[in-house]
């Protein structure tokens, strides 16, 4: 099965400066990536997403490349502000027999944006 | 945009006693849901996949006579945990959706606690 590892577990920055989480999958049959965002005690938000046929994807301040020869994906956040703390998860995802996406989801990262 | 209810958020309850989850899609027909289970600071963990009409997929090492999962709508699954006792303690959270690299929408989870 799919086997997605995720670096690092815990990551510390100045306000403002930028955070980076990388993610490697297994499974060459995954083609969608979410990455969602999760506080304590609520369900995982998607902040953004990648499809396979697309090499990178921005919104605002969260972007998302992806290298599908090296299996490896990663976020980046830039301008970080205290709001942005939380637990990220990256994910991925492959098409199932019946409809929906089988979601692998990568340890989580404890991103800290300090003042 | 999509909406799943989960219910109960919140279940306490005695060693023994059995648990039923419900996951409803509110706004849009759901032929395939998930269960997943989280630990505390711990990814979450695809139980199983949820198939209206049809029998649940369970993943490699969870006991299906153990988390009894029913589809019997296309906007309906629920979870029952049987005979629960203090390990089975965990936020358990369901998605439905997600079709073809679509985004998957979860529910707010529960949290079970067993004394």
């Given at each position: 099965?799919?086997?997605?590892?995720?670096?690092?577990?815990?990551?510390?920055?100045q306000e403002?400066?930028?955070a980076?989480?990388?993610?490697?999958?297994?499974?060459?049959?995954?083609?969608?990536?979410?990455?969602?965002?999760?506080?304590?005690?609520?369900r995982?938000q998607?902040?953004?997403?990648?499809?396979?046929?697309v090499?990178?994807?921005?919104?605002?301040r969260?972007?998302?490349?992806?290298?599908?020869t090296?299996?490896?994906?990663?976020?980046h956040?830039?301008?970080?502000q205290?709001?942005?703390?939380?637990?990220?998860?990256c994910a991925?995802?492959k098409?199932i027999?019946?409809g929906?996406?089988?979601?692998?989801?990568?340890?989580?990262?404890?991103?800290k944006?300090?003042? | 945009?999509?909406?799943?209810s989960?219910?109960?958020s919140?279940?306490?309850?005695?060693?023994?006693?059995s648990?039923?989850i419900?996951?409803?899609s509110?706004?849009?027909q759901?032929?395939?849901?998930?269960?997943?289970?989280?630990?505390?600071?711990?990814?979450?963990?695809?139980?199983?996949?949820?198939?209206?009409g049809?029998?649940?997929?369970?993943e490699?090492?969870?006991?299906?006579?153990k988390?009894?999962i029913?589809h019997a709508s296309l906007?309906?699954?629920t979870?029952?945990?049987?005979?629960?006792?203090?390990?089975d303690s965990?936020?358990?959270?369901c998605?439905a959706?997600?079709?073809?690299?679509?985004?998957?929408?979860?529910?707010?989870?529960?949290?079970?606690?067993?004394?």
């Amino acid at each position: 099965g799919e086997n997605v590892e995720q670096h690092p577990s815990t990551l510390s920055v100045q306000e403002g400066d930028s955070a980076v989480i990388k993610c490697t999958y297994s499974d060459s049959a995954s083609n969608y990536f979410p990455w969602y965002k999760q506080e304590l005690g609520k369900r995982p938000q998607l902040i953004i997403d990648i499809r396979s046929n697309v090499g990178e994807k921005k919104d605002q301040r969260i972007a998302v490349t992806l290298n599908k020869t090296a299996k490896h994906f990663s976020l980046h956040i830039t301008e970080t502000q205290p709001e942005d703390s939380a637990v990220y998860f990256c994910a991925a995802s492959k098409e199932i027999t019946g409809g929906g996406n089988k979601l692998t989801f990568g340890t989580g990262t404890q991103l800290k944006v300090e003042l | 945009g999509a909406v799943v209810s989960q219910h109960p958020s919140w279940v306490i309850c005695k060693s023994g006693t059995s648990v039923k989850i419900e996951c409803r899609s509110l706004d849009f027909q759901a032929t395939t849901m998930f269960w997943y289970r989280q630990f505390p600071k711990q990814s979450l963990m695809l139980m199983a996949t949820s198939n209206e009409g049809s029998k649940a997929t369970y993943e490699q090492g969870v006991e299906k006579d153990k988390f009894l999962i029913n589809h019997a709508s296309l906007t309906l699954s629920t979870l029952t945990v049987t005979s629960a006792h203090p390990e089975d303690s965990s936020f358990y959270i369901c998605s439905a959706g997600g079709k073809s690299n679509q985004p998957q929408h979860f529910g707010d989870g529960t949290r079970l606690s067993i004394l």
